[in-house]
C-alpha cells in the first residue's frame, strides 16, 4: 500500500469513523458503554440516537452475574448493528481506586477479578453479534483529576496485580477486537506513547491480536505513538499528522506494516448490516439487569417487601418522580423509554400512594417541601425516600462522598416522623450511609440503574425480585478512612498510588478498620446457610464445592464468594482477595452446591526480582461466604510453586536471607564451623551473642567482607554465591 494511504488509515476521517484509504473502507466505532450513543446532531457531540441505556458498569457490576453480562453484550450487540455500528467503546474496566473517582458509575468495581470476569462476557456478548469491543482505559485511569496529563505513579507489582490484571483477563480470554489507550500516563510515559504497556505486556506477553486505539484526543506525538504500539488515533481528521507519519516512513524511522495489517483485519472482521432489535425486550433486559444490581444494605425488622395491599406508602424525594439513572459524559444515552418509580410503586399497589419531592434540584434545604414530606410519610403506614448524588461525571472528580444537604435532611425529617423508613439511594460511586443509616430500618443501594431503574426498584421493593445484588465496592465509614485517601488526587502532574497493593477492601482489611458495609456484601428477603467447602486440585485448577441451603421463606439466590489467602507469605499481601465467585438459586428450604472454579495462575503474585508470576509452594486458606467479611467455611490446600521460582543469592544478599535459603544456610554454617575451627574468625565467635547474631542478619555478606576478622573474601563470596545457585 502507498506510504500516505497507510499513514491515513491511521487516524480518524471525523469524530467516529476511521479512515477510507488504500482500498480499506471506513468503519464507525461509538461509545458506549451501557448503551449505543451514535451521535444525532452535527452540533451537539453528546445528544445520541434513541437507545436502550442498559444500567451503567456501577450497577452492572453489583449483579455478579457473568451470565447476565454476555446477555447484555448481545443486546448491545444488536443495536450496535441496528445502527450500523462496528466498534462500541467499551466496557470501562479501571480499578475503583478511590470512592470520589468521577467515572466510579462506568467502571465496575475495586477488584479486579471482579472487573475482569464480568467485562470477558460482556466483550464475549458483544463481539459473538460481530461488532467489536474497545477494552478501555489501558491503563490506570483511575480519576479523572488532571486525566490528560496526570502521572499515575505506581509499583510494579500493584501495576500487575491489580491494576493490569483485569485487563490481562480480558484479552488473553475474550480477545477484544481493540483496547483503547488511557489519557494519563503511567510511571511517567504517557499510555498512548507506552512501549512497555501497549506492546511489552499488551501484545509480546498477552498475545493481544486487535488493534490499540486511542482515547479521543489521547495522542501527544503521533509518531511516538505508533513506535510505541498505538495503532489507531482518534478523533480525525489530522492531515498534518498523517504527513508526519508518511515522512517517518520515508525516513525509515517508523514501519508501519503491522498497524496497516491490523486495521485491515479489524475492517475485515466489522460487519456492516442493519438488522433490527426489540425495543421491548432490550428494556426487558435492562430491567432485569437493573434489579439485579440493586444491593439491600439494611433490612431491620422485614421492614421490606413492601406489602401490595393494605399498607399506605408515602413516597417521598423527587428522584423517585424524575429518576437519575445514568452519569454525565461520554457514556451519556439518549434512552428509548424511561421507567419511574413513582409510577411504578403506584401500579403495584391497591393501597394509597402519595408523593412529595422533598427537595428541588440543587442543595438548598427548602423548609416548606421537608415539611410536607414529613406530613405525608407521618400519615402512611410506611416511608420511601429517594435520594443520592446530583451529578457525577467523566472529566470531573468529586470532592466528597456525602449527599447533599436537602437529602440528607429529608431523610432525617421523615425518619423522626415514621419509624419505617426506608432509603433509596441512586448514586454511581459510594455515598457515605453513616450515621444517619442507624435512623432507618430499610436501606436500598439502587446506584444508577440505566432506563429501566424504576421499575426494577419497584421490583424489589415489592419483593418481586429478591434482591442479590452484592457491594463490588467498600463503603467506608468515612472518607477520611480509605486506604486512598493521603494520596488522592495528587499534585504537580503526579498522583502516588501510596497504598499499593492494598486497594478498596484489601487496604480496610489490612488496617483492620471498622467499615459501613463491606466488599461482597449484600442482604437477600431470605437466609442461607452454608456446609463445609471442600476443594481438589485438578492440573491449573482447583475446583471447590460449597453446600447452600435457603433457610427462610421465600426463593432467593445466593452469591458465594471465595477469598484466598497465604498465610506465611514471602511477600506482602492483602490479608484476602477474592478469588471466585458463584451464584446458585435456591427455592425456599432447598440446598444445592455452589461449583467455583479458581485459576492456579490467579493465585500468583508478580515478583520484582524475578520479573515473572510466581505461584508460591505450600498452604493457602480458601474461605467461602457471603461478604469479603462474612466467612462461613474454611479448607486449607498445600499447593506445589511455581518451578525455579527460588530468590537467586548474591554477594550483597543479607545474612539473614542466606540462612533463609536452606541452600545458601547449609554453605554459610559451613563456612562459619570452618573459620571457627581455625580460630581465625573474631566476627564469627561474636555471632554466637543472639543479639550481635540478630544485628549482623541484616548485613548483606560483601559488606560483612569488609570487616576485620570477617571468614568472607570478594573472590569466596562470588564463589558461594555460584554454589547457591546452582
Ligand atoms: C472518553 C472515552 C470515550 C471517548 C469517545 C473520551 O473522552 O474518555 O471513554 O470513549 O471520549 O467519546
Not at 457490576?61 to 444488536?78: F, I, K, V, Y
Not at 497493593?501 to 488496617?511: K, N, Q
Request: a negative charge; glycine letters at 10%; aromatic letters at 6%.
Amino acid at each position: 500500500m502507498d506510504i500516505d494511504d497507510q499513514a491515513a488509515l491511521t487516524s480518524g476521517s471525523a469524530f467516529w469513523t476511521t479512515t477510507a484509504a488504500g482500498g480499506v473502507p471506513a468503519i464507525t466505532m461509538t461509545d458506549g458503554p451501557h448503551g449505543v450513543r451514535l451521535q444525532s446532531s452535527d452540533t451537539d457531540m453528546l445528544a445520541g440516537r434513541p437507545a436502550t441505556c442498559f444500567p451503567p458498569a456501577v450497577a452492572s457490576g453489583s449483579t455478579w452475574d457473568p451470565e447476565l453480562l454476555h446477555r447484555m453484550g448481545e443486546a448491545l450487540g444488536r443495536e450496535c448493528r441496528a445502527m450500523d455500528v462496528q466498534v462500541l467503546l467499551g466496557p470501562g474496566i479501571n480499578l475503583k481506586r478511590t470512592p470520589l473517582g468521577g467515572r466510579n458509575f462506568e467502571y465496575f468495581s475495586e477488584d479486579p477479578i471482579l472487573s475482569g470476569v464480568l467485562a470477558t462476557e460482556w466483550v464475549r456478548g458483544l463481539q459473538a453479534q460481530g461488532v467489536g469491543a474497545s477494552l478501555k482505559h489501558f491503563a490506570v485511569n483511575s480519576q479523572e483529576t488532571d486525566r490528560m496529563r496526570i502521572s499515575a505513579d505506581v509499583d510494579e507489582r500493584t501495576l500487575r496485580e491489580m491494576y493490569l490484571r483485569a485487563f490481562q483477563r480480558v484479552v488473553t480470554r475474550a480477545q477484544p477486537w481493540t483496547v483503547m489507550c488511557a489519557y494519563n500516563k503511567v510511571n511517567g510515559v504517557y499510555a498512548s506513547q507506552n512501549h512497555f504497556l501497549l506492546t511489552e505486556v499488551l501484545r509480546d506477553e498477552w498475545g493481544f491480536e486487535g488493534l490499540v486505539v486511542s482515547d479521543w484526543g489521547a495522542v501527544v506525538d503521533r509518531v511516538a505513538a505508533l513506535e510505541a504500539g498505538l495503532d489507531l488515533t482518534m478523533p480525525g481528521p489530522d492531515d498534518a499528522g498523517d504527513r508526519e507519519v508518511a515522512d517517518a516512513v520515508r525516513e525509515n524511522r517508523l514501519d508501519l506494516d503491522k498497524t496497516t495489517k491490523r486495521i485491515k483485519r479489524l475492517v475485515e472482521m466489522s460487519v456492516s448490516d442493519t438488522t433490527d432489535f426489540s425495543v421491548d425486550e432490550h428494556h426487558q433486559l435492562a430491567r432485569q439487569v437493573a434489579a439485579r444490581g440493586i444491593v439491600l444494605l439494611k433490612n431491620d425488622d422485614n421492614v421490606l417487601p413492601l406489602r401490595t395491599e393494605g399498607q399506605s406508602i408515602a413516597v417521598l424525594g423527587e428522584f423517585a418522580r424524575t429518576p437519575r439513572y445514568q452519569g454525565g459524559g461520554s457514556s451519556q444515552i439518549t434512552p428509548t423509554r424511561l421507567d419511574d418509580a413513582l409510577t411504578e410503586i403506584t401500579a403495584t399497589t391497591t393501597a394509597p400512594v402519595r408523593f412529595a419531592p422533598g427537595y428541588r434540584a440543587g442543595n438548598t434545604v427548602d423548609e416548606t417541601l421537608l415539611a410536607e414530606a414529613a406530613t405525608l410519610a407521618a400519615g402512611s403506614d410506611i416511608a420511601v425516600v429517594f435520594a443520592g448524588t446530583t451529578q457525577e461525571t467523566e472529566g470531573s472528580d468529586r470532592t466528597d462522598i456525602d449527599l447533599p444537604a436537602a437529602h440528607l435532611a429529608l431523610i432525617e425529617r421523615v425518619a423522626a416522623a415514621n419509624p419505617r423508613t426506608v432509603v433509596v439511594l441512586s448514586n454511581g460511586a459510594v455515598v457515605r450511609t453513616s450515621p444517619w443509616d442507624a435512623a432507618v430500618p430499610g436501606l436500598v443501594e439502587a446506584w444508577l440503574l440505566g432506563q429501566a431503574g424504576g421499575s426494577a426498584i419497584a421490583d424489589v421493593l415489592f419483593g418481586r425480585v429478591n434482591p442479590s445484588g452484592r457491594l463490588a465496592e467498600t463503603i467506608p465509614l468515612k472518607l477520611a478512612d480509605h486506604p486512598s485517601h493521603l494520596d488522592f488526587p495528587g499534585e504537580n502532574g503526579h498522583v502516588r498510588y501510596g497504598e499499593g497493593l492494598h486497594v478498596g477492601y484489601r487496604g480496610f482489611d489490612a488496617r483492620e478498620q471498622e467499615v459501613a458495609y463491606p466488599f461482597g456484601f449484600g442482604l437477600s428477603y431470605t437466609t442461607f446457610e452454608y456446609g463445609q467447602v471442600t476443594a481438589t486440585v485438578t492440573g491449573d485448577t482447583i475446583a471447590l464445592s460449597v453446600p447452600v441451603t435457603n433457610t427462610g421463606g421465600v426463593d432467593g439466590r445466593e452469591i458465594v464468594q471465595v477469598y484466598v489467602s497465604k498465610p506465611g507469605s514471602r511477600v506482602q499481601r492483602s490479608p484476602r482477595e477474592l478469588k471466585a465467585f458463584a451464584a446458585v438459586d435456591l427455592a425456599s428450604t432447598a440446598t444445592a452446591t455452589a461449583t467455583l472454579t479458581v485459576d492456579r495462575d490467579d493465585l500468583a503474585y508478580w515478583d520484582t526480582r524475578l520479573g515473572r508470576w510466581i505461584v508460591e509452594d505450600g498452604d493457602y486458606l480458601f474461605a467461602a461466604g457471603a461478604s469479603s467479611r462474612d466467612l462461613r467455611t474454611t479448607v486449607t490446600l498445600s499447593l506445589d510453586g511455581t518451578p525455579d521460582s527460588r530468590w537467586p543469592l548474591a554477594a550483597d544478599s543479607t545474612v539473614a536471607e542466606w540462612f533463609a535459603d536452606p541452600r545458601g544456610a547449609a554453605l554459610l554454617t559451613e563456612v562459619f564451623a570452618e573459620a571457627r575451627a581455625s580460630g581465625g574468625s573474631p566476627l564469627v565467635t561474636m555471632a554466637d551473642d543472639e543479639g550481635i547474631a540478630q544485628l549482623l542478619g541484616g548485613m548483606p555478606l560483601d559488606r560483612l567482607a569488609m570487616f576485620p576478622g570477617s571468614p568472607f573474601t570478594p573472590e569466596s563470596l562470588a564463589k558461594l554465591a555460584a554454589q547457591a545457585n546452582g
